[in-house]
């Protein structure tokens, strides 16, 4: 499958400021089944690995080797973020989001959620230059890094998400056909909240 997506240019400057977003951040569960449009998915993708205006990425990484790799859930399928063209690459064109859910020990809320952001870490990208000591290391703080963006980005739009580090890695990458070398580390659902 060759399908592409293109997505909206990001928005550089928003109705919220970053104190406010700061403020409005929670975690949140009750997420509607409404869709996102593409815009917001966009948006958040960005937020998480996109090309900022230095032309480096919107979270820091050790060294500039950029070891994470960003996968939407959506549900018309599972696709890859190419964070160099802000588009979004087709892997499959099933709903995969029931599985993600059974695969993240049956948090049904991950099966409602209209976006699941999969963040993924190619450890051997900066092993090759920090060592498989250090290495990992850096890539656990990179992602803390990215899913902040990504939970303040979604408080900046008016959506909840909450972050979810329970989940079965093997999986979560069979069941999104991810190369072997892109290790499942974080899983974001995000929509808008059913409660304010």
């Keep these: 499958m060759n399908d592409t997506r293109s997505l909206p240019p990001p928005r550089r400057e928003g109705a919220m400021s970053l104190e406010a977003a700061l403020d409005q951040r929670r975690t949140c569960r009750d997420l509607s089944h409404e869709p996102l449009d593409d815009r917001q998915t966009g948006q958040l993708l960005w937020a998480a690995q996109g090309v900022n205006?230095?032309?480096r990425r919107t979270a820091p990484s050790a060294g500039g080797l950029y070891?994470?790799?960003v996968y939407s859930v959506e549900p018309?399928?599972?696709a890859h973020y190419d964070p160099g063209r802000h588009l979004l690459r087709k892997l499959s064109e099933r709903d995969l989001r029931s599985e993600l859910a059974n695969a993240a020990l049956a948090q049904d809320f991950i099966a409602h959620a209209p976006l699941?952001?999969?963040?993924?870490?190619?450890?051997a990208r900066i092993a090759r230059r920090y060592g498989t000591g250090r290495g990992p290391r850096y890539v656990h703080i990179e992602i803390g890094?990215?899913?902040?963006?990504?939970?303040l980005q979604a408080a900046a739009l008016g959506l909840g998400a909450v972050p979810v580090g329970a989940f079965d890695d093997q999986a979560v990458q069979r069941l999104l056909e991810l190369p072997p070398d892109h290790e499942p580390l974080y899983l974001l659902p995000i929509g808008r909240p059913l409660r304010g």
């Design 76 to 78: 018309d399928g599972c």
């Design 67 to 69: 070891p994470l790799e």
């Design 116 to 123: 699941t952001l999969v963040l993924c870490a190619d450890f």
């Design 53 to 55: 205006a230095h032309g």
């Design 145 to 151: 890094h990215a899913a902040q963006n990504v939970l």
